[in-house]
């Protein structure tokens, strides 16, 4: 059972690495969104999201720390 289980997985992650070996060359999307300009509102969303959690998170860390002393 175990084998087979383990022969599951690995055929299965074969399968998605080829698949994404292929996703990966054409990129017509990211293609478009660079033609039209907005490839930038796209990455500037994505940064403004990802410095939002970082905040938070530092934000929680603080918090967490003051309770702590305490």
């Not at 698949?19 to 033609?35: G, L």
């Not at 939002?52 to 002393?69: H, M």
Request: glycine share 2%; net charge positive; charged share 20%.
């Amino acid at each position: 059972m175990k084998t087979k289980l383990i022969l599951f997985f690995c055929s299965m992650l074969t399968f998605l690495s080829s698949t994404a070996q292929t996703m990966i060359t054409e990129p017509a999307m990211a293609d478009t969104f660079r033609s039209n300009g907005k490839i930038y509102v796209v990455i500037s969303v994505l940064s403004i999201i990802f410095i939002c959690i970082i905040s938070y998170l530092v934000y929680l860390d603080v918090k967490l720390k003051k309770l702590e002393k305490k």
